[in-house]
């Protein structure tokens, strides 16, 4: 007999017929008539193939087999219900979880106030953060491992839904006191030539970004510092060891008086600091909650 020809209203009136004692007590807890309650554990009988209940003018008690199945329908049902509440939780926001990975200046920077303000909003999810190198918020994302990754990201692909966040100038950051940090007019690209540099190293994505406009402006680069992270080169460029090329949202991050950002013009060149997920997979009601959040400190950066 399959199991898809069972009902949960055939499982409902029969478990309450067995609390209740009898057909008449049930149907007024189930809201039904008292022939359609009949009818709906006749049914179920039917399909069993086996009498579950003994009816007599004077009372309805349960068979052997009854009792068994008994226990069965109720775990069925107190299951169902509890799927069905976590369901209404998640829908609700009352609990959940959220994986973000960030690259490390994001997430020591940015990720730290937006996630204190959301949690105020959504207190029942825990949101974990995780700090990683881009290639492998990309490769956790699409594993699945990850709900959103919050970066900046090589070319397209078609694997990963992106939505843009910020989109910020890149500039220098010069030590307060240099004359280029004093300088009215606009600092270009081959102004850096000959200036301490403070680099990237060639393991990062930023470096590739960079090095095309100083080749361009005629900048041969020979740098003072090769480091692996942006906050690392700001740290190095506000003690006065050299000039470090940054988007301008890191200056609006690590916000100093030991350093000032100067855009770069001739070209002005933009970097992209964007939310990804995987493509084709809907996040969870919490993980869109958290991604509105991000989109709305972003913004207040923006301004």
Aim: charged share 20%.
């Amino acid at each position: 007999m399959p199991v898809a020809n069972i009902t949960l209203r055939q499982l409902r009136a029969f478990v309450e017929v067995a609390h209740s004692g009898g057909f008449t007590a049930a149907s007024t807890k189930l809201h039904l008539t008292q022939s359609a309650t009949s009818l709906l554990v006749r049914e179920l009988e039917s399909q069993l193939g086996i009498q579950m209940l003994d009816r007599t003018t004077r009372q309805t008690s349960l068979t052997a087999a009854g009792e068994e199945f008994l226990l069965a329908a109720e775990r069925v049902l107190a299951d169902l219900s509890l799927a069905v509440l976590n369901a209404q939780d998640l829908v609700q926001r009352r609990r959940g979880r959220v994986t973000v990975g960030a690259t490390p200046l994001l997430a020591g920077a940015l990720l730290p106030k937006t996630i204190a303000r959301f949690q105020e909003t959504h207190p029942g999810i825990t949101v974990r953060l995780i700090d990683l190198p881009t290639e492998q918020i990309l490769r956790h994302v699409k594993s699945g491992d990850i709900d959103i990754g919050f970066g900046v990201f090589p070319g397209a692909d078609p694997e990963l839904q992106r939505v843009e966040m910020l989109r910020h100038r890149l500039g220098a950051m010069v030590p307060s006191a240099w004359p280029l940090a004093k300088r009215s007019r606009n600092l270009v690209w081959a102004d850096l030539a000959e200036q301490p540099f403070i680099a990237m190293s060639h393991a990062t994505g930023f470096r590739a970004l960079v090095d095309p406009f100083l080749h361009q402006a005629g900048v041969a680069l020979k740098p003072k510092f090769e480091v692996n992270q942006l906050g690392t080169a700001v740290g190095l460029a506000e003690a006065g060891l050299g000039i470090t090329v940054v988007p301008a949202y890191v200056a609006a991050l690590l916000r100093s008086n030991d350093v000032r950002f100067r855009v770069l013009h001739d070209p002005i060149v933009y970097r992209h600091v964007e939310l990804v997920s995987r493509a084709g997979k809907s996040l969870s009601p919490g993980a869109q909650d958290f991604c509105d959040c991000i989109e709305r400190f972003c913004k207040e950066l923006r301004n």
